[in-house]
């Protein structure tokens, strides 16, 4: 019963060398949301998208990019990953119906930088 | 914007006992609370939420208080089962063309057996 997908749910890089993250959601949900979790902290936005609207937190790195192909796949780019840049990742999706909704998070890609 | 303040930190609970985990909010605005739960290494996942126009939402063990006036609202575990072990994140956020979630800090409930 899969409804936010995540890939690779592993993946280990070199200081510098770049990597992407995909997402993949079968909620149709207009929503998509890409969070950075460190450990023993709580989930940190980096950006979202409505439909294909970008939305940037004004404190994440320029080193984050996002691309959004479809309304199913929405993927994470770090240019040049830091040391600290490891952390659980994690994509979420959610249902605009003019209020707030429930935001249904996929299972995370836990990225070491070495 | 939002800021949401989560109490305690950590919380240790005979199993069969009850839980209280407390967040307070600032943004008047705010009318979503959503509870998440998550499991070492797991994604979080929603437990209960409840939205401004009730005060109490209950699902079996669980149940969710909302004071608008004093801007807090809390988790209740009741009947403690080892499975309850966890952290539990509160999280708040407006609609008012906002999407984003604002999280609390964070309670790790560990339930001694």
Same mark, same amino acid.
């Given at each position: 019963d899969a409804m936010v997908i995540q890939n690779p749910r592993y993946q280990v890089t070199q200081f510098g060398k770049p990597v992407t993250l995909s997402c993949s959601q =079968?909620? #149709?949900? #207009?929503v998509m949301y890409w969070y950075q979790q460190k450990s023993s902290q709580a989930p940190k936005l980096l950006f979202h998208y409505y439909d294909k609207d970008f939305n940037n937190e004004a &404190? =994440? +790195? &320029? #080193?984050f990019q996002s691309r959004r192909p479809n309304t199913s796949f929405c993927f994470l780019d770090i240019r040049s990953p830091g040391l600290g840049d490891t952390a659980m990742y994690l994509c979420a999706t959610s249902r605009r119906t003019g209020g707030p909704d429930t935001q249904y998070f996929g299972p995370g890609t836990r990225l070491t930088v070495l | 914007g939002e800021n949401v303040e989560q109490h305690p930190s950590t919380l240790s609970v005979q199993e069969g006992d009850s839980a209280v985990i407390k967040c307070t909010y600032? &943004?008047?605005?705010?009318n979503y609370f959503p509870w998440y739960k998550q499991e070492l290494g797991k994604r979080p996942q929603l437990i209960i939420d409840i939205r401004s126009n009730v005060g109490e939402k209950k699902d079996q063990r669980i149940a969710v208080t909302l004071n608008k006036t004093a801007k807090h609202f809390s988790l209740h575990i009741t009947? =403690?089962? +080892?499975? &309850?072990?966890a952290v539990y994140f509160c999280a708040a956020t407006s609609n008012f063309g906002n999407e984003k979630l604002t999280f609390g800090t964070g309670t790790r409930l560990t339930i001694i057996p």
């Open positions: =079968t909620l #149709n949900h #207009n &404190d =994440t +790195p &320029d #080193n | 600032s &943004d008047s605005a705010s009947e =403690t089962q +080892p499975e &309850d072990s």
